[in-house]
């Protein structure tokens, strides 16, 4: 799954930046691509595309730097698939 996960983000993210190469292990906070408002839009994104709830626990930067780290945290909240 995460393989499509990461996928996913990175077009979501690419939409947004156009303009920007960005791939799934560019750290998209320290590029300067995500500002407060940029971060709620990515936990929503991943909440309601992959059907998860990201707790407060993990709602920390370092789960969001980069499209690798998006998708394994989707692969965490994600229930088992059989």
């Not at 799934?24 to 909440?47: C, H, K, P, R």
């Not at 789960?63 to 965490?76: G, H, I, K, P, Q």
């Amino acid at each position: 799954m995460s393989g499509n996960a990461k996928e996913q983000i990175l077009d979501f993210v690419r939409a947004r930046y156009p303009q920007a190469e960005i791939d799934e292990t560019q750290d998209i906070f320290a590029l300067g691509f995500v500002n407060s408002l940029f971060a709620m839009e990515l936990v929503m994104y991943i909440e309601k595309t992959f059907e998860v709830t990201i707790p407060n626990d993990e709602l920390k930067i370092d789960n969001f730097r980069s499209a690798n780290t998006m998708a394994e945290l989707v692969d965490r909240l994600s229930p088992a698939r059989v």
